[in-house]
C-alpha cells in the first residue's frame, strides 16, 4: 500500500462509526517522521476534511536540543498555515512508573488542557508501533485489553484520542516523507537500547522478519483480534456498569458483590477506564474486592494505586485521581467567561452571567479569588437566615468526607462569597446574577 492524503482521509472517515464527528483535529507534534508526516497529509487534505487544525508539540526537557526541536516544529507548522502550540512538562523521574510511562503521562496530561468538547486527538502511530506494544504488555503479564495494543479511537478529555496511522507501516510513511521532500527530528533517545520499546523495535523484531517475515503484520492481526475479545469483555461490564451506578465515578457496593469477582474485576477495570484513571494491576483489584467491599457500612478504606484511588463511603465505591491535597489553588482571579483549571481531575471553574440568582456583578467586578479549606470558614447561603459553620453546612448536604477539603472555595478580598456551586453568600447575591458553574466536577455526594 502506498500512503496518501485519500488513506488517510478514508481512516479518518472509518473512524467516525465509533465517536463523534471531529469538529476541529489537534495533532499531537514531537517533530518525528510520523507527527511530521500526519500534520503535512492532514494539511494538504485540509479543502476535503475541512477541519481547522492544530498542532501541539510537547517539551520533555529530557534532550538539551529540545528547544530546537519545537522552534522546528513551530517553524513547520507556520509553512503549513497551522496554528501551533508548544507546552514544557516536567517529568516525574521518580514516580516509579519508569522513563517512558512518566514522559507519557506528562505529555498526555499537557495535551488534555488543549483538547475542547468535540476535538480530536490525533497520535500518529502506526502498525510498527502496534506490534512493538503488543511484544510489551505480553512481556508485563497483560490480559486482552493490553493484548489489544494501541486504540484506534477512545474518549479522551472533552474530546476523543485517534490513531489513524495504526494500519500503516514506517515504511510507507518514509516513503511519503521522502516524496514530499520532508524533514523531520530524530531523537536521539530513539537509539538508547536500555529503553524497552527501542530493544524490541531495533534488535527483537528484526531477528523476527527475518524468521518469520511479515511477523510485524502478524502481530497486528493478534492485536486486532484481541481487540474484538478486549470488546466484548467492554460491552459487559457496561451492561454491569448500568446496574451499579448512573456514573463511573461511584458504584453501588451491593451491586458489586452480587457479581462474581471475575465480573467485579472487569466492571472496575472498564470504570477505571471511562474515567481516564490509570487502570489498577491486579494486587490493587484485588485489595479493592477484598478489603473495600468488606469493609463496615461507617469505615472508610483507601486502596491508592499510581495517580488514582479508590475509597468507600457508606454503601459507595468511589474511583477518582489521587488524593492532591498538598496542591494550592490557583493563583488567579476568576472574572465572568473566564475559566480557572482546579486540581487534578477535579475540572474547572467558570462564571455564567445571566443566571436567575447568582453573585452580583458588584461582587464579581471587586475581584473573585479561589482558596480551599482550611477550617473555621462560615457563610450565610441564599435561603438562610443566619452564618453557618461550612463543615456543618457539608455534614448536613452529605458531601463526602474527602471531597470536604477539596471543594474551590470563592472569596472576595477575606469574605467568603461561594462554596463551589452549592452556596452563595446571601450579601454577595443579585437577581440575576453570575451563577458558579464547575465543569466536570467530581462525585461529591
Not at 163 to 189: C, F, N, T
Not at 307 to 312: D, I, K, P, Q, S
Not at 369 to 390: D, F, N, S, V, W
Amino acid at each position: 500500500m502506498t500512503f496518501g492524503e485519500d488513506v488517510l482521509l478514508e481512516r479518518l472517515i472509518e473512524l467516525e462509526a465509533d465517536a463523534a464527528v471531529a469538529s476541529r483535529y489537534v495533532v499531537a507534534m514531537s517533530g518525528g517522521l510520523d507527527s511530521t508526516v500526519l500534520l503535512h497529509a492532514l494539511a494538504t487534505a485540509r479543502s476535503r476534511h475541512q477541519k481547522t487544525l492544530l498542532a501541539v508539540h510537547v517539551d520533555h526537557q529530557l534532550q538539551t536540543a529540545s528547544a530546537g526541536w519545537c522552534d522546528a516544529c513551530r517553524k513547520f507548522a507556520a509553512e503549513l498555515g497551522v496554528d501551533f502550540i508548544a507546552e514544557t512538562v516536567n517529568v516525574d523521574l521518580n514516580s516509579g512508573a519508569g522513563l517512558e510511562a512518566a514522559a507519557r503521562e506528562a505529555r498526555y496530561g499537557a495535551f488534555r488542557d488543549h483538547v475542547e468538547p468535540g476535538d480530536w486527538l490525533l497520535s500518529a502511530h502506526h502498525r510498527d508501533d502496534q506490534a512493538e506494544t503488543l511484544l510489551l504488555n505480553l512481556m508485563r503479564g497483560s490480559g486482552p485489553s493490553g493484548l489489544a495494543g494501541i486504540a484506534a479511537i477512545r474518549p479522551f478529555s472533552r474530546g476523543w484520542l485517534a490513531r489513524p496511522l495504526l494500519g500503516v507501516k514506517r515504511a510507507e510513511l518514509l516513503d511519503y516523507a521522502e516524496r514530499a521532500g520532508l524533514q523531520w527530528i530524530d531523537d536521539p533517545s530513539n537509539t538508547d537500547l536500555g529503553l524497552d520499546r527501542n530493544f524490541l523495535r531495533h534488535d527483537v523484531l528484526p531477528r523476527l522478519e527475518t524468521r518469520w517475515p511479515n511477523s510485524v503484520s502478524r502481530l497486528a492481526k493478534s492485536a486486532d483480534l484481541a481487540s474484538e475479545a478486549a470488546t466484548l469483555l467492554s460491552e459487559l461490564a457496561e451492561i454491569d456498569l448500568q446496574t451499579l451506578g448512573t456514573r463511573p465515578e461511584r458504584l453501588s457496593i451491593d451491586g458489586l458483590r452480587a457479581l462474581s469477582t471475575k465480573r467485579q474485576r472487569n466492571v472496575l477495570r472498564h470504570a477505571v477506564r471511562r474515567i481516564g484513571l490509570p487502570v489498577p494491576g491486579t494486587s490493587h483489584l484485588s485489595a479493592i474486592i477484598g478489603e473495600l467491599l468488606a469493609a463496615k457500612e461507617d469505615a472508610q478504606p483507601l486502596i491508592r494505586w499510581r495517580g488514582a484511588e479508590a475509597r468507600r463511603y457508606r454503601d459507595q465505591l468511589y474511583l477518582m485521581p489521587a488524593n492532591d491535597a498538598d496542591a494550592a489553588a490557583p493563583d488567579e482571579q476568576l472574572v465572568a467567561g473566564d475559566r480557572i483549571n482546579l486540581r487534578a481531575g477535579h475540572g474547572a471553574l467558570t462564571l455564567a452571567p445571566g443566571a436567575p440568582v447568582g453573585l452580583s456583578d458588584r461582587v464579581v467586578n471587586s475581584g473573585l479569588h479561589l482558596q480551599y479549606r482550611h477550617g473555621g470558614e462560615e457563610i450565610q447561603p441564599i435561603g438562610q437566615a443566619h452564618t453557618r459553620k461550612l463543615k456543618k453546612l457539608l455534614q448536613e448536604e452529605g458531601i463526602v468526607p474527602w471531597m470536604r477539603d477539596r471543594l474551590p472555595l470563592l472569596y472576595a478580598g477575606q469574605r467568603l462569597v461561594a462554596v463551589a456551586d452549592l452556596w452563595i453568600a446571601a450579601d454577595a447575591a443579585s437577581e440575576p446574577g453570575n451563577a458558579v458553574v464547575w465543569e466536570q466536577r467530581p462525585p461529591i455526594h
